[in-house]
């Protein structure tokens, strides 16, 4: 089998990371996005899918999202159970909560 | 240094037959105590909101992790929206979910069997059905339970003659039927506890749905709350909306007025109220008072109260490990008992297991409930709140959160209406779906 270097050096530092772990699950670290994130499935759906009424916000633009989020918190925008959402997280939450959905 | 999950840590090796070098080697990949080759495994009991989310979110989180769901049911009936099927407006097959997109699109693997007993020594539950199942982590999701003790005259048989319908399945048949039976000029009553139970505006919307059917089709008859409470979730949006739409038809007894019931007569139909005279009626609804769902009392994961106190960081059982316990059955802080509520715990539970498992730090939690209540088919109204951590208990996050706003256009309630839908066709698709 031909190996490039580079993915054998790469094999390698895997094999010598896989042995020394404790041989627990080494699982991706659940980022704080996410974990503000998920929280949105319940009315948005899995990923911000929504089947429904509720209106999408997976794969809607970052900006879109977080211009959304900003104006529910202010006011600025009328709606009816958002504002009572948005008003819960600070600026740096609404653009990771934003940047997550969009990348749905 | 390179961070390297595991999952790639085998896509990796798997692209260049080092497993098998690996095998020979005798080393397992990632078997806490399972088979060679095995990820952990966690077994979940309970497949309502909690559970079935967190068995899905689990997967979504680490496909590696083996997770059984067990559940005694063959599908799930919610809950939310049987007050619709109560109100003649929707029908049980609407509120009623399969397991096969866990089993089918998550891997879950599904058992249809009931934990008799749990073993936090040993790590192990046993199953009616026959056998054992080991885990390195167990999350407990059994919902709620009736004390039936707590009431005079009250135990599980009654609930055929007076059904509690808090339960939604075949007590909802049974109280919809009652209610299609009686005549016109009827009496009906609604008996809701004192707190906490679970869905604390649910008796408020099944009285306002109920009284939506008997309006049209029996409008000489009357509904009488009976509340342990002297107050409710939602109570002026309710009443305010009751005067309007139901005009006399709707009357609310006040705990301290005569609404707490000490003594049940199933079989004339007749409550005993601690102040004033016994009250019979055509149909009754009694919600018995509440605790954690049966499975959690023999394994020493309650409190005094019957209810199970947890990290509400993680919902680990302060009282027994490797256990988690999440929904109506946890005490977790300012939530309120809700299948909202439940799916959200089940995320941040399936996320600290993950995070345990794996050897990562898990951010803070972030926790929402967001409850609907339909008042009539175009008239809905809503609770919500987001909430945090702080000094190790889950609080509202200040600024937030709240009720819909009294003294709104028609318009604002039919949107509210169409939300409630759109909310249960989403959160029953990512706890089922």
Known sequence: MLVSNTTFRGLLVALAIGLLTTLQVQADEISRATLLSISCAGCHGTDGKSPGSIPVIGGKSSDFIATALRQFSSGERAGTVMGRHATGYTDEEIQLIADYFAGR | MIKLSRRKFIRLLGATGTVSALGTLGVTLGGCSGKPGAGPRVVVVGGGFGGATCAKYLRRFNPSI???LVERNASFVTCPFSNTVLGGLQDMDSIQHSYDALRMQHGVKVLQDQVTAIDPAGNRVTLQ?????EYDRLVVSPGIDFRWDSIEGLDESTSDT???????????????????????????????????FRCPPGPYERASLIVNYLKTYKPRSKLLILDAKDKFSKQGLFMQAWEQLYPGMIEWVKGSDGGKIYRVDA??????????????ADVINFIPPQQAGAIVHAAGLVNAD????????????TLQPNIHVIGDASIAGKMPKSGFAANSQAKVCAAAIVSELGGTAMP????????????????????????RLQDGKIVKVEGSGGVSPMDVPAEYRRDEARYARGWYQSITQDAFG
């Open chain 2, 162 to 196: 007076i059904p509690h319908a808090w339960k939604a399945g075949p007590q909802t048949i049974t109280l919809r039927s009652q209610l299609e039976t009686m005549a016109d000029g009827g009496v009906v009553i609604i008996a809701p506890p004192d707190n906490p």
């Open chain 2, 267 to 280: 079989a004339n139909r007749t409550l005993h109220p601690e102040i004033g005279d016994p009250v019979t």
């Open chain 2, 129 to 133: 059905g026959g056998g054992e199942l």
């Open chain 2, 364 to 387: 803070d939690p972030s926790y929402v409930n967001t409850c609907y209540s339909l008042v009539a088919p175009d008239y809905g109204i809503s609770v919500a709140a987001v909430y």
């Open chain 2, 306 to 317: 019957g209810w199970c106190p947890v990290d509400q960081r993680t919902f680990a059982s």
């Open chain 2, 66 to 68: 083996q997770v059984t």
